[in-house]
């Protein structure tokens, strides 16, 4: 498809494991940004990348979560030893452009949600 | 404090009635963006402007860059309205990686 792809779409683990959430952003889009989005809440900002410079991981909120962006294109967010209040739904956007201060439009992928029994 | 704040924080209309939503910001930005989000599901782009007017259908988005203020306003609203609409900036110099400042939300529920 066109869109930005996330997968899977629900996960379900024990706390204590370790989840991978996969987004494969529009081929093109050189910017790739990683939201978490708790139940009735807004949107909190994880991780951005923008082509090959290295990562913005100043929104992560613990040593626990890590992502990387392979080749540019598709991004993996891992969580390790996951905890109940990890339970959000984990938001992937992709953008055309970002050079430092002018953003483009955003597409965002349908969620991965994820919940930790 | 948040850089965005919308109002209201809940709208409920009833079917073919002009709705009207706000957003203030308090930074210096290069684009706003108006972003609706239907239950359970993605977020979807529907304007993002700079300044003016945007009309896409019967949804109309306006920006007055120097009292820092956006609307989106929907005519003749229908029940498949109903979803959350998040106004979002784009600030001119970003501190961190966080290229959006995001409000957090209206929802909108249209009664047939």
């Known amino acids: 498809g066109a869109g930005v792809s ?112 | 404090k948040n850089e965005v704040e919308q109002s209201p924080q809940n709208l409920t209309a009833q079917e073919g009635e002009f709705i009207t939503i706000n957003c203030s910001y308090s930074v210096g930005i290069s684009a706003l963006h108006w972003l609706q989000q239907h239950p359970g599901g993605g977020i979807v782009s529907l304007f993002m402007l700079s300044s003016g007017k945007k009309k896409h259908g019967r949804l109309i988005a306006t920006i007055n860059i120097q009292e820092k203020h956006s609307s989106l306003h929907i005519t003749a609203s229908h029940p498949r309205d109903s979803a959350v609409y998040i106004c979002a900036v784009s600030p001119l110099a970003p501190n961190t990686g966080n290229q959006f400042y995001f409000g957090t939300g209206t929802s909108l529920t249209v009664i047939p």
């Open chain 1, 6 to 117: 996330q997968s899977p779409s629900n996960k379900v683990t024990e706390k204590g494991k370790d989840v991978e959430l996969r987004c494969d952003p529009i081929s093109g889009h050189t910017a790739l940004y990683w939201y978490r989005q708790s139940l009735g809440q807004g949107l909190e900002f994880l991780i951005y990348f923008q082509g090959n410079s290295a990562p913005d991981k100043s929104g992560l909120p613990s040593d626990r979560f890590s992502a990387e962006r392979t080749g540019g294109s598709v991004s993996t967010l891992t969580i390790q030893r996951t905890q109940q209040e990890d339970s959000a739904v984990y938001l992937c956007a992709s953008s055309p452009r970002s050079r430092g201060w002018h953003t483009g439009e955003l597409f965002f992928g349908e969620g991965s949600r994820l919940t930790v029994l």
